[in-house]
């Protein structure tokens, strides 16, 4: 029995992040953010346990959790889904969703409103975009399972 309807693997988790960044590249918004972080740092979860994976995917893992932009996700995706972190070492010391006049992108969002944008403010103090740190995460995974899927699936 499973728990999770439609996906199967570790593969159909990844198909999914793709998905919900080309709803973020249609228009950002802080739930899409949400479900998009979340989906990106379990994918982590995913690859641990599934079988159809060669072992070299699950021992190259823990340098892929290394990786900023994974880190990131991790730090959203937990103080999403817990209304905080509760671990001592968070790369995000704030992620904010701000709209108004000059945020997003241009031509995006509602007229006259604008699009949201999503910023992340790391721990160093750093600022970054949200956007380009969900397209980085997408990229880390695409190349993961360009190199680690099995023969025959679509990435």
């Known amino acids: 029995m499973t728990q999770h309807p439609g996906l199967q693997s570790a593969l159909d988790l990844f198909n999914k992040v793709e998905r919900e960044l080309a ?16 989906t990106a740092y379990h994918i982590c979860d995913w690859v641990e346990k599934d079988s159809t994976l060669p072992k070299a995917a699950r021992r190259e893992l823990e ?3 290394q990786q900023l932009p994974i880190q990131i996700c991790r ?9 905080g ?22 031509g995006k969002g509602a007229y ?13 103090g750093s600022l970054l975009d949200g956007l380009d740190i969900a397209r ?3 990229q880390l995974w695409r ?13």
């Open 23 to 38: 709803r973020l590249e249609t228009a950002v918004s802080a739930d899409t953010y949400f479900n998009f972080a979340i």
């Open 112 to 124: 006259g409103v604008g699009e949201p944008k999503i910023q992340v403010t790391l721990a160093d």
């Open 143 to 155: 190349t993961f399972f360009t190199k680690h899927a099995l023969a025959g699936s679509a990435v």
């Open 63 to 65: 340098s892929l959790r």
């Open 75 to 83: 730090d959203i995706a937990n103080g999403s889904k817990h209304f």
């Open 85 to 106: 972190v509760n671990y001592s070492d968070p790369v995000v010391a704030d992620a904010t969703c701000v709209t108004g006049y000059g945020m997003g992108r241009y």
């Open 136 to 138: 980085q995460a997408v």
